[in-house]
């Protein structure tokens, strides 16, 4: 996202030629274009100038709402680095960009959305297994003479009726059992 067609043509020269795990899905050049294509595409990492006509690339941030995607700021400004850390960019880079920092920045981004994507796999895989794991849990609960094994994820609510609990399910069943 870059106001200016020349800076927006040399990054995506340099990410095509140093940084070949960055695909560029879209370029914008204005606050509302921008904020619409990161709504719309939903990019993993945003390259952000900070001055633009009409807004500058906090405003987008701001618009945007939940950050869901990586930024890396890059303007010709120095005295706005506090505020991008403010904003929990990931890297900042001044114009002309330095190919090295250039790498280094695309590499901390592939670091942490590995990271990202390895600890929502790991916390997948847990969950699986302890559904797995866990025999599902019933109580047993009397009604019109037999005995009944409610699950108890099908339990919406206990009640309690003096020496007795009322136990009422998603689908509306009530059971009474004589414990309280």
Do not use: W
Request: charged residues 30%.
């Amino acid at each position: 996202v870059d106001d200016e067609l020349n800076s927006r043509q040399m990054l995506i020269h340099l990410l095509k030629r140093y940084c070949d795990q960055v695909n560029v899905i879209a370029e914008a050049d204005t606050v509302e274009e921008a904020i619409a294509l990161i709504q719309n595409k939903k990019p993993d990492l945003v390259f952000l100038d900070i001055q633009m006509p009409r807004g500058s690339g906090f405003n987008v941030l701001k618009q945007i709402g939940e950050i869901d995607f990586e930024v890396i700021f890059v303007t010709g400004f120095d005295r706005y680095a506090i505020q991008a850390i403010k904003f929990k960019a990931l890297d900042y880079l001044l114009r002309p960009v330095d190919i090295e920092e250039l790498k280094v920045a695309v590499n901390k981004v592939t670091d942490r959305l590995t990271e990202k994507r390895q600890s929502a796999t790991y916390v997948l895989n847990l969950l699986n297994d302890l559904d797995r794991a866990m025999p599902e849990i019933t109580i047993p609960v009397h009604s019109q003479d037999k005995v009944r094994f409610v699950k108890v994820g099908e339990i919406s609510s206990f009640a309690a009726d003096g020496r007795y609990t009322v136990i009422r399910t998603r689908t509306n069943e009530n059971y009474t059992v004589a414990k309280t």
